[in-house]
C-alpha cells in the first residue's frame, strides 16, 4: 500500500512539474511574440 502511495505522489509531481515547463514555454514564447510585435 505504501508503494502504491508513494507511486501515486510521485506522478503528481511528475505532472505538474510538466505542466510548469509547459506554462514556462507559453510564457516565453509570447514574450518573443510582443518584442517581435514592438520591433516592427
Excluded: P, Q, W
Excluded at 20 to 33: L, Q, S
Amino acid at each position: 500500500m505504501l508503494r502504491i502511495l508513494a507511486a501515486l505522489v510521485a506522478l503528481t509531481m511528475f505532472m505538474s512539474a510538466c505542466e510548469t515547463v509547459k506554462g514556462v514555454g507559453r510564457d516565453i514564447t509570447n514574450a518573443g511574440e510582443a518584442i517581435d510585435e514592438a520591433v516592427d
